[in-house]
């Protein structure tokens, strides 16, 4: 079959906007043609145009504020490209509003590493990064990119930072000594019943439950005892969070002395001077964000932005901003010593005292026990 | 020879709704028809879903006891809301419409001086004043009245203060519209025959002020049984309603075909008790309410 000049130049879109083309490849291929052939594409005078901005949607919060006064402010004012920020309090929230929305609307996320990840990749809405425009990538943590790259061999996403989701509580009615003891039993302590908090999410409630139980969150065998703890806690607590905001106002206001919750935030309240303490029992879970570029974006101008952001004086600004560790490697870049002290911060760079989420495991099992945590949740 | 318009000519009438119609059929009959579609979606994995027909969606709902469980809970929540509305709310529609106060018009702004501010801030105000550190504990506190913060928040009971404070203006709007609709002199004339202030009330204000306060009902029932921000900031997991449990399908689950299920489902019922209400009561008194 033959092809004509205008199909071909709307399969050369397709490829671009699936992520295959550069935009700058895209340009060049159209213009010559479209030189040759004497053809205007719908699209080309809006291609052809510069691109004035990039979207980028985050967690919100402290750890937006960082990432917009040490990188998206600087960034602009370098290349004069704006980046228009949207924020979101839970992931899924954004995965709904990107399937309804054309490719390109949303376009750079702060999204939750892997798990999330695979997500993105089912319902078919990740894009192929060059590399080769990301050099700042050769810093990155090996051990972060790795689990990317066994769910697509060319990454959609580049991971950007991590941390831990440990037990917080208030110092003025537990004490240091009490919570190292009691470490995430704490959560189940009916001492504390009405005070009790967690993160309303799947994944940390079933994390916490396999602790108590005594079984490897990635190879969980009793779900029965599983979903027990899971009500026991439930029943004792007083509020399930669903935003990092949500959970600092209630440590905050005394609403709750004792939950799961971000390091990062955490760290927020602590430097506030509020009488929060943190702990990572064993086994806490461990997880990393990344910086996904969806299909559809102007790719070149994202992973431009995300060079910038990966510069290891940009990173690490961010890093002492937002409280959480960078994916730099330390033993490829010299850390600050605030980095350093960061909950979660891991030395090494094997990244082989946190414990991950099994991607594949948890994916697997992500539908059903979503449903159950939701009806337990609801008093089920 | 050549027809001419008229006043009360059907194509001019049907010209001027014209525009109305065709935004109804796209902005709410068109999406709530693609909504009714995709129940018969087939859900594959959380964000993916294939246009496979199939019933199991409504399969789910028809014999899973924890969806029915909440519809009741939802209603119950709806019901009580509305009756606290209609008993908290005709006093003051009848207080603004009794009054001889001269600036009348500054007690029916008063009323709605809270629509000015965002729904949700005002219903995150209720955390600083139903909180363990919120205005009434620290006060109640440092009275000495109690040794132990009262808990106030995070209820069914701050749930349905949370959409009181919501619903309310609404009831005293429908009221008060109902009550400036009665001829004053058919009181007086009661008085006349020898009725006492209170019985005159009895036998005739409150009587044709009924339509204004079934409405109203109608009203707070439906906004209240479909609300979903309420019940997420000032109830636990236990006070979500219906809305909550499509929330957090469509949203959480990323399950848009039982999202949609649901969503049909409470329109359905919303609507029937709407129906209902259209066949006894008239759909003029909502209208005469909200133009208030």
């Known amino acids: 079959m033959k092809l004509s000049n205008g199909k071909r130049l709307e399969r050369l879109h397709d490829r671009y906007l699936n992520g295959d083309l550069s935009r700058r490849t895209f340009l060049t291929l159209t213009a010559a043609a479209a030189a040759a052939a004497g053809l205007d594409m719908p699209w080309m005078r809006q291609a052809l145009a510069a691109v004035e901005e990039v979207r980028f949607d985050g967690w919100g919060g402290t750890v937006q504020d960082a990432i917009d006064k040490y990188a998206f402010k600087p960034y602009t004012a370098k290349t004069k490209i704006k980046v228009v920020q949207g924020t979101f309090g839970d992931e899924d929230e954004i995965i709904t509003k990107i399937k309804t929305a054309k490719p390109g609307d949303y376009q750079v996320i702060h999204s939750s590493g892997v798990n999330y990840y695979i997500k993105y990749v089912n319902a078919g809405l990740t894009s192929e990064i060059n590399e080769a425009n990301i050099p700042n990538m050769v810093n990155v943590l090996q051990p972060m990119i790795d689990p990317f790259r066994k769910l697509t061999p060319k990454l959609s996403a580049v991971p950007y930072d991590y941390g831990t989701t440990g037990i917080a509580y208030n110092t003025k009615v537990i004490s240091p000594e009490e919570a190292k003891e009691k470490g995430a039993a704490l959560l189940l302590d009916k001492k504390y019943a009405g005070k009790v908090g967690g993160y309303n999410d799947m994944t940390t409630r079933v994390w916490y439950a396999a602790l108590a139980t005594g079984q490897d969150p990635n190879n969980l065998k009793d779900m029965d005892a599983i979903w027990a703890k899971v009500r026991e806690t439930r029943d004792l607590a007083k509020k399930f969070w669903s935003s990092g905001a949500e959970l600092m106002d209630l440590l905050s206001k005394g609403e709750i002395v004792v939950t799961d919750a971000w390091s990062g935030r955490v760290a927020a309240l602590q430097d506030q001077g509020l009488p929060i303490g943190y702990l990572d029992p064993a086994g806490s879970y461990a997880w990393m964000e990344d910086m996904l570029i969806l299909k559809g974006s102007p790719m070149a101008e994202c992973e431009e932005l995300i060079n910038f952001m990966l510069e290891p004086a940009t990173s690490i600004a961010v890093a002492e901003g937002q409280s959480y560790p960078p994916s730099l490697d330390p033993t490829k870049v010299k850390l600050t010593e605030k980095i350093e002290k960061l909950p979660a911060f891991d030395k090494t760079g094997t990244m082989k005292s946190l414990t991950f989420a099994d991607p594949v495991y948890w994916a697997t099992n992500e539908d059903a026990w979503a449903k159950q945590w939701n009806r337990i949740s609801k008093g089920a | ?292």
């Not at chain 2, 109640?140 to 109690?146: E, N, S, V, W, Y």
């Not at chain 2, 001829?183 to 005159?200: E, K, N, P, V, W």
């Open chain 2, 1 to 292: 020879m050549e027809r001419r318009w008229t006043l009360y000519d059907p194509r001019l009438a049907w010209m001027l709704v014209a525009p109305v119609l065709l935004l109804l059929i796209f902005f709410l009959v068109l999406p709530i028809a693609v909504m009714a579609a995709y129940t018969f979606f087939t859900f594959v994995t959380a964000g993916v879903e294939t246009s496979a027909l199939t019933t199991a969606n409504w399969h789910e709902f028809l014999t899973d006891s924890y969806y029915h469980g909440f519809l009741l809970k939802t209603l119950r929540v709806g019901a009580m809301t509305a009756l606290l509305c209609g008993v908290l709310g005709y006093f003051p529609a009848y207080f603004i419409w009794a009054t001889t106060f001269k600036h009348k018009w500054l007690l029916l702004l008063l009323l709605i001086v809270p629509f000015w501010i965002s729904f949700t801030i005002r219903t995150f105000s209720w955390i600083n004043i139903l909180g363990e550190q919120g205005v009434i504990n620290v006060a109640l506190l440092k009275l000495g009245i109690i040794n132990e913060p009262l808990p106030m928040l995070y209820n069914e009971g701050a749930v349905i203060l949370g959409l009181l404070h919501f619903l309310l203006p609404y009831m005293i709007l429908n009221v008060y519209v109902s009550l400036e609709g009665i001829d004053r002199t058919l009181i007086s004339a009661a008085r006349s025959m020898g009725c006492t202030s209170a019985q005159a009330f009895r036998e005739v204000t409150l009587p044709l002020s009924l339509p204004g306060l079934a409405a109203g009902l109608l009203l707070c029932f439906v906004l209240a049984a479909g609300s979903y921000v309420t019940p997420q900031l000032l109830g636990s997991g236990r006070d979500a309603l219906f809305g909550n449990l499509i929330y957090d399908t469509i949203m959480g689950e990323l399950n848009w075909p039982m999202g949609a299920t649901l969503s049909i489902v409470l329109f359905v019922v919303l609507g029937f008790f709407a129906a209902i209400y259209t066949r006894y009561m008239g759909m003029s008194q909502i209208v005469k309410g909200l133009a208030g």
